[in-house]
């Protein structure tokens, strides 16, 4: 077993989608991670059924596999960054509208999951009342998930109220374990903001792993970097990938990379094939993964709720 590398359409902003799918599947990634808002394929403009019968076409043409994600910043407040949330004060129907339309578009396009996260709990609100509004969305998603076939990974984010694989767990405990409920897994947190490392991380989701970003960061600060900026160790975080039996995609995260996607693309892939030749060849345990971040304050910086 190996594993396939996708590359996420939030970084190629700058780019006309079939133009970054075109270069994507150029530079030899296998996916994509579709982030549904404008300017790629958005949402909530006319025409939907079509534009996403088109993109289907696209993705088949290119031989591309895909999830579909949900990070878009101002595709529903042109003022407020990714609000409203699961866990806002008000306007959560909103986010539940948008998370059942990427539901239905994952399921157009013969997506491999549908990934989303709860959003930060307003200042004031008890975690009893997180807990209750991060569960009623969930389970209104749910409902259209299950009826559809789709998978949803929950990704837990730094600084938001789920935040940590174990929280992703309690929520899918609270939720009666739904067969259609999964992780999603972003191999810089675990350095940025869980207690244990990558492999730790990998074997706490287990089968449950659904979807899977990749990353680089340092800890307590949560900036995607390009590999080897940070203090990943790609080899070892790959590897644990491999331990876990895991065959979704794995694809990079780079959303503040657009103004030089193509070369970025593809200093990604080589630093990926290199890490994933010294997984293969057992050259690094994998049981030592990466380092951790373990400090006591978090800085959500400039990234975070990217």
């Known amino acids: ?11 190629f902003g700058s780019h006309r989608l079939d133009d970054a799918l075109a270069v994507i599947a150029e530079l030899g990634y296998e996916g994509v991670a579709l982030t549904v808002d404008q300017p790629h394929l958005d949402p909530f403009g006319t025409d939907l059924g079509a534009r996403t019968a088109a993109v289907h076409r696209r993705l088949d043409e290119l031989g591309l596999d895909v999830v579909v994600e949900t990070g878009a910043r101002y595709v529903m407040d042109p003022w407020y960054k990714h609000e409203p949330t699961l866990v806002s004060d008000t306007g959560r129907e909103r986010r539940v509208d948008y998370l059942r339309r990427a539901v239905r578009i994952a399921a157009d396009l013969g997506a491999e999951a549908v990934s989303f996260w709860s959003g930060t709990l307003p200042a004031g609100v008890d975690d009893a009342e997180g807990w209750r509004r991060v569960v009623d969305g969930v389970g209104a998603v749910l409902d259209e998930a299950d009826s559809r076939g789709v ?58 792993l659904g979807n899977v970003q990749l990353d680089d960061m340092v800890p307590d600060v949560h900036e995607h970097l390009e590999f080897g900026a940070g203090e990943i160790d790609l080899p070892a975080a790959l590897g644990a990938l491999l331990d876990v039996g895991y065959t979704g995609l794995a694809a990079v995260e780079l959303p503040r990379h657009g103004h030089a996607a193509p070369v970025v693309a593809e200093r990604s892939m080589r630093a990926l094939r290199a890490a994933l030749d010294t997984a293969l060849d057992g050259s690094t345990p994998h049981h030592r993964s990466t380092r951790h971040g373990g400090g006591s304050e978090f800085n959500g910086g400039e990234e975070a709720q990217t």
Request: charged share 20%.
């Open 1 to 11: 077993m190996t594993l396939r590398f996708g590359y996420g359409t939030n970084g």
């Open 151 to 208: 998978v949803c990974a929950f990704e837990p984010e730094p600084g938001m109220f789920v935040d940590t694989v174990g929280g992703v767990l309690e929520l899918r405990r609270r939720l009666g374990s739904p067969e259609h409920f999964r992780v999603t897994l972003d191999i810089g947190h675990c350095v940025c903001n869980e207690k244990g490392t990558v492999a730790e991380c990998a074997h706490q989701a287990g089968e449950l």
